[in-house]
């Protein structure tokens, strides 16, 4: 019966194990005073509305994100920015009271608040608005990023599970203090709870706002979920001065054979149309055009079952995301049709990621950057960690490739330096897993000692001596060599 004791408290450690990771996997929270309420934008007006007990909260350029529980028992409404520039409207319900707006992803020190009765900074880029309506009344507040003389932001792709390398260009971001951040897919290297509270908590540092689009990674394990709770919409679009930003989702390219849906395509021809006169950036993850050369088709989307690689090479293929498949769309001509509406529109740069590496090549007057060097692995050739700076002044725009430390161009060093990263990143996204099993390992060692302590405590009390005599028999002997000196 003793000897069973170890193995049942182990079962029991295990258990218990089990049962937090399951629930702190299953039970993703932005907050725990936080209450998500279920997506509702229109990309054609970039609104998203909510009727919030009575009264009618209307925001553009961003969108409602849910309910917050203040330490005073009060309840506020948390929206978040998808633009530079937001307008709220509140409609107040049948009683006069004051509305308590949170407003996420703005840089506090750096917008300009109109028509509301105050505002404070409650946390990093989130402002906490108070108004006061009387019944039925109405008002309108603006939000907005200050406009500043030759803007610049920042652009990166595919940090997934590269925490390490992430977090030193969060730290570069914030010294260089751009107008915003973009990052345009890849974010978490799959759609775990636990991977996107990873990156959440990470892009917490960043002191500037930051607008997303989603990658072939971020929807793996029905991430897409998650993303939308946290980051909105998959695509939109806003003005920043004289320049206008179109994001698109084109997450489904790497396992569908179409890339971008064909609601999308409807709405990006009317946005490029509205946004004529203005210098135009489109923000996608796959790229219509795979520059590289000597590519093989990726096959996943056709392929019958008898004909797909078998399940090791398919898992390594998933695992680098650099190999010598296509990384393009699948459907070359979705890939033409893209590229004609970006030249026909004349958009001046299209910036993308999905490839481990840095591109830029020009096709029809278009500009093509590919961006994906922010942390996941690096096998392609040639390839380093970094991420883009663009300036933006009356007739150019300035690009500097900021280069971080990456492992030497050598494949078996690269797959090193790979295996090293994902043992890092296991370690950080189950920690909790991983300390419980330690602890269920050192707690069946203990019992186990403690069942059998009568066979070893004897043998233990024996060395115990014999090094305490020899540790007697040194000290002296140590003392005649000293006298005979």
């Not at 001065?241 to 790497?254: E, K, P």
Request: hydrophobic share 35%; with cysteine; proline share 5%.
């Amino acid at each position: 019966m003793k000897k069973k004791i170890p193995i049942l408290v182990f079962l029991i450690a295990l258990v218990c194990v089990g049962i937090f990771f399951v629930h702190s996997y299953n039970n993703f929270k932005i907050a725990e005073n936080f209450t998500p309420i279920p997506l509702s934008f229109d990309p054609y007006s970039s609104t998203s509305s909510y009727d919030w007990n009575g009264a009618a909260v209307t925001i553009q350029g961003g969108f409602v994100k849910g309910k917050m529980q203040e330490k005073d028992n009060s309840e506020s409404l948390l929206l978040r920015s998808l633009s530079p520039s937001v307008q709220i409207t509140i409609k107040g319900g049948p009683q006069a009271r004051t509305y308590r707006i949170r407003l996420e992803n703005v840089n506090s020190s750096k917008i300009e608040v109109k028509n509301t009765d105050s505002y404070q900074s409650v946390e990093a880029h989130t402002v906490l608005l108070l108004v006061n309506l009387s019944s039925g009344q109405q008002k309108t507040i603006q939000v907005a990023l200050k406009e500043q003389p030759n803007p610049e932001f920042v652009i990166l792709g595919d940090n997934r599970n590269g925490y390490q390398t992430f977090s030193q260009i969060i730290d570069q971001i914030n010294a260089i203090d751009p107008a915003f951040t973009i990052d345009n897919g890849d974010l978490v290297f799959g759609g775990e709870p636990n991977k996107y509270r990873l990156f959440y908590e990470t892009v917490s540092k960043l002191q500037v706002p930051l607008y997303t689009t989603l990658g072939n990674h971020d929807i793996r394990e029905n991430g897409r979920a998650i993303y939308t709770e946290l980051f909105g919409p998959g695509y939109y679009s806003f003005d920043y001065q004289n320049i206008h930003f179109a994001f698109l989702d084109s997450s489904r390219g790497w396992t569908e054979k179409r890339s971008i849906p064909e609601e999308q395509y409807q709405w990006l021809e009317k946005d490029l149309e509205k946004a004529q006169g203005k210098r135009i950036f489109v923000v996608t993850h796959i790229p219509p055009t795979d520059p590289r050369a000597k590519t093989e088709p990726n096959q996943y989307p056709q392929m019958s079952e008898s004909q797909k690689a078998g399940p090791i090479k398919e898992e390594i293929s998933k695992l680098s995301g650099t190999s010598n498949l296509d990384h393009a769309f699948p459907d070359k001509e979705e890939a033409k049709r893209f590229e004609s509406l970006m030249t026909k529109y004349k958009v001046d740069t299209v910036f993308l990621s999905h490839i481990h590496a840095y591109f830029s090549f020009v096709k029809d007057d278009v500009r093509y950057i590919i961006s994906g060097g922010a942390g996941a692995e690096l096998l392609t050739k040639d390839s380093y960690y970094h991420f883009i700076r663009v300036k933006v002044t009356d007739k150019e725009n300035y690009l500097e490739v900021v280069e971080l430390p990456s492992p030497p161009n050598v494949i078996v060093d690269r797959y090193l330096a790979a295996a090293q990263m994902f043992v890092r990143a296991i370690f950080k996204e189950y920690a909790t897993i991983i300390y419980g099993l330690g602890a269920a390992i050192l707690l069946i060692i203990g019992g186990i000692l403690w069942i059998y302590r009568k066979a070893w405590w004897t043998y233990s009390q024996r060395f115990g001596r014999w090094i305490s005599e020899i540790a007697k028999f040194s000290v002296t002997k140590y003392k005649e060599i000293v006298k005979k000196k």
